[in-house]
């Protein structure tokens, strides 16, 4: 069963799409269930002005990608750095035991970001 998070933003997701030119990309793998996700990026002035992505795989994973995108556009690089563990994890809610490879990519994705553009993590 899908909680209402995973629902909803696999079901609208408003992040997924291509940027012609980005100023940072993220990408990802899962090699146990085998789920990609993509991640464009426009940074202006150290804050994120635009992000969108591109998701292979299960629902959950696709919904990950969209609760990600949400939570860093429009948000400052050092603020995305300072998120402790229990704050990105509660972002997907209440899992089943087969969707918790999900917050695995979810702190995958913030990690890559922080230690691809330099930043420490608080």
Known sequence: ???DIIVDNFSAPNYV???ETADHEIEIGNPVCGDRIKVQLLISD???SKAVFRA???ATSLATANVFCRSIEGQSIT???KRCTQEISSMLGELEP???H???ILSELHSKLVSQLDIGVA
């Open 79 to 81: 603020t995305i750095s």
């Open 56 to 58: 292979w795989g299960c």
């Open 102 to 104: 999900c917050l695995d």
């Open 98 to 100: 087969s969707q918790r």
């Open 17 to 19: 799409g291509d940027l």
């Open 46 to 48: 150290s804050q994120i």
């Open 1 to 3: 069963m899908y909680n």
